[in-house]
C-alpha cells in the first residue's frame, strides 16, 4: 500500500500524506486519512509518535518490521 510504501522511506504524518496523495491524483481528506493511519497502527504496521514543531504537536508516523513486511 502506498502509505506504507513512503512510511518505509520516511516519517510521515497525515497532512503531508494527503498531499502526497493529491499529487498522485487522489483526493483524500483528513476524514479519511486519519483513521487510516489510526488504522494502520492499530494493525501494528505503524506507529506513531508525538513530535512538536513549534508550538504545535502532530504524530509522526513510522513503519515497524510487520508494516515492511505487509
Ligand atoms: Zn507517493
Redesign the pocket.
Known amino acids: 500500500m502506498?502509505v506504507l510504501?513512503?512510511a518505509n522511506e520516511e516519517p510521515l504524518y497525515g497532512q503531508w500524506m494527503i498531499e502526497?496523495?493529491k499529487?498522485?491524483g487522489y483526493q483524500i481528506g483528513p476524514g479519511t486519512m486519519y483513521p487510516l493511519l489510526h488504522g494502520l497502527e492499530r494493525k501494528g504496521y505503524l506507529r506513531s509518535k508525538r513530535d512538536r514543531s513549534g508550538s504545535r504537536y502532530r504524530k509522526v508516523y513510522r513503519i515497524t518490521s510487520s508494516g515492511r513486511k505487509a
Do not use: N, V
Open positions: 502506498h510504501h513512503h502526497e496523495l499529487r498522485h
